[in-house]
């Protein structure tokens, strides 16, 4: 008996699966980079100062993923290992991002201890994330 193709319906299904598959993984992947915010840890570590980054993120941002993922390999080094990185839903936590003056998703902003030390918008690059997290330290 031979075996029939798949239908293009079955295939088509079979592809948003995977894409959905792959979609999930990644988001998994995403929420490593950061703890998500609250304001006691915050509270805690700028009374402690320590150095923070805090993330104005939005799961469907692109430029935000793409944050994500460098601020999650910087995290991952011994230079920025201390760095207490929080993770604000731009979505969800409007009075949180509000309170950070922040207008827009992937808004990056470093504390020393207390002090606000850098901030920036959009910014892709390893080598500017990277340089931001410094100030923090």
């Known amino acids: 008996m031979a075996t029939k193709p798949y239908s293009t319906e ?9 894409i959905f ?3 999930l993984l990644f988001s998994a992947q995403l929420l490593a980079a950061g703890k998500p915010f609250d304001q006691a840890t915050f509270n805690q570590t700028q009374k402690d100062g320590k150095p923070v980054l805090v993330m104005i993120h939005a799961d469907w941002c692109p ?3 793409a944050q994500a993922g460098i601020v999650e390999k910087l995290a991952q080094s011994d230079e920025f290992k201390n760095i ?3 993770r ?9 991002v509000k309170s950070f003056h ?4 992937s808004t990056l902003i470093v504390f020393k201890g207390a002090q606000e030390v850098g901030r920036s918008l959009g910014d892709t690059r390893e080598s500017g994330i990277a340089a931001l997290l410094k100030k923090a330290l």
């Open 10 to 18: 079955v295939k088509n299904m079979l592809k948003r699966f995977l």
């Open 21 to 23: 598959a792959v979609s």
């Open 63 to 65: 430029t935000c993923r």
């Open 84 to 86: 207490v990185m929080l």
């Open 88 to 96: 604000v839903d731009f979505d969800n936590q409007v009075d949180v």
């Open 102 to 105: 922040a207008n827009r998703q």
